[in-house]
């Protein structure tokens, strides 16, 4: 991953997948090492007893470790210093696609999961909750991987990240008492009584995302104005992009680790969950891509409403489930499930969308811009 985003890409390989330069040496096998982070984290919580107690002992907000914070802070610390925030005027000026992504994340993404969930869970309210809650908690934080790794535009990604954090706090408990509760009771459902706080969102919200985005425009600031530009993105940024990786391999591990007890022994259940949360990303995916195209946007800005559709804050979701129902609810089990079916299958999308940058993007000599 590391700086995939800046730097030219090679000449598409005839009859082959375009794939940039950077991803031929390291990215190019990032599902295996996620694979293997996944299988490390479960083999972990199984094989060491207590040792999920021990990750989950000190909490930075209600329901989140420690451990967890310092791995989010490291993954998505890189990315934001790669954001050029003078740029990001432009980007807000672009209606078309803040009212598409607005649209896509708080109109089209719940009701989906909320579909979903009943249609393919009508017998498993638990992990029907804890679906319709993971469909709520709309993505702060890995999106800005996927989205670095597809060439996606960063300053979109940073101001779409900035008004679904803001959403998310105005909103998450509104839409949770809607669907969980009003929209059921309409549609001659079974409802849900959750109580879904807005002060903890809000806490969870300015943890996740305040804390390295603060961090990310310190640095880029302080850089720029001791060294300049040139220094700190041709010299400085090319040493902090590997973090995010291994950022992301960390939190990954520990999230198996302190999961992967119930998810081992629940395979029946885990394969249920998966498979509304695999149709999900397929269609919140493939429709901000469509909308993308059919609006006019560049491939940078295509691919970042359609990461941003498709991606959830599984760190919220798990939070709420957990302090809501339980540590061993069936909510709290198809909230751990979301980051085990989305990071490889938002992974393999990123390998798509630089597919689709080749196939429909490509000007007539055949080469992508980088």
Not at 177 to 200: D, E, K, N
Not at 212 to 234: K, M, N, Q, S
Not at 263 to 286: D, G, N
């Amino acid at each position: 991953m590391s700086d995939v985003a800046t730097e030219r890409p090679a000449p598409p390989v005839a009859g082959g997948p375009y794939v940039p330069r950077r991803l031929r040496v390291v990215d190019r096998f990032l599902p295996v090492w996620i694979l293997l982070a996944m299988a490390a984290g479960i083999s972990l919580g199984r094989a060491v007893p207590g040792l999920d107690r021990h990750l989950d002992a000190i909490q930075v907000t209600s329901g989140t470790s420690l451990p967890i914070f310092v791995g989010l802070l490291v993954m998505m610390y890189p990315v934001l210093a790669k954001v050029r925030y003078g740029r990001l005027g432009s980007v807000t000026r672009d209606r078309r696609m803040l009212v598409s992504s607005l649209a896509l994340n708080w109109l089209v993404g719940p009701a989906v999961m909320f579909a979903l969930a009943w249609l393919m869970l009508p017998d498993q309210p638990a992990y029907r909750t804890g679906l319709i809650i993971v469909g709520l908690a709309r993505c702060i934080a890995m999106v800005l991987v996927w989205n670095d790794l597809s060439c996606g535009d960063r300053e979109a990604a940073a101001v779409l990240v900035a008004l679904n954090s803001l959403f998310q706090m105005l909103m998450f408990s509104v839409l949770g008492w809607f669907y969980l509760q009003i929209l059921p009771g309409w549609l001659g459902l079974p409802a849900t009584g959750v109580q879904l706080s807005i002060g903890r969102i809000a806490q969870t919200v300015a943890v996740f995302l305040g804390a390295p985005l603060v961090a990310g425009f310190l640095t880029r600031a302080a850089g720029e104005r001791a060294r300049g530009r040139d220094w700190y993105e041709t010299r400085l940024l090319p040493r902090l992009g590997p973090f995010a990786l291994y950022g992301l391999l960390y939190t990954i591990v520990i999230l198996f680790a302190l999961q992967g007890r119930t998810i081992s022994t629940h395979p029946a259940q885990v394969a249920r969950i998966a498979l509304p949360l695999l149709a999900y990303f397929a269609i919140m995916w493939s429709g901000g891509f469509l909308v993308g195209r059919r609006i006019g946007l560049s491939y940078e800005r295509t691919a970042t409403l359609a990461f941003t559709a498709a991606g959830n804050n599984f760190e919220l979701a798990i939070a709420v489930a957990i302090g809501v129902f339980g540590v061993t609810s069936g909510e709290a089990l198809a909230g751990v499930v979301g980051p085990l079916i989305e990071v490889p299958v938002l992974v393999s999308l990123v390998y798509v969308a630089l597919w689709a940058r080749r196939r429909f993007w490509a000007p007539a000599g055949g080469e992508v811009e980088g």
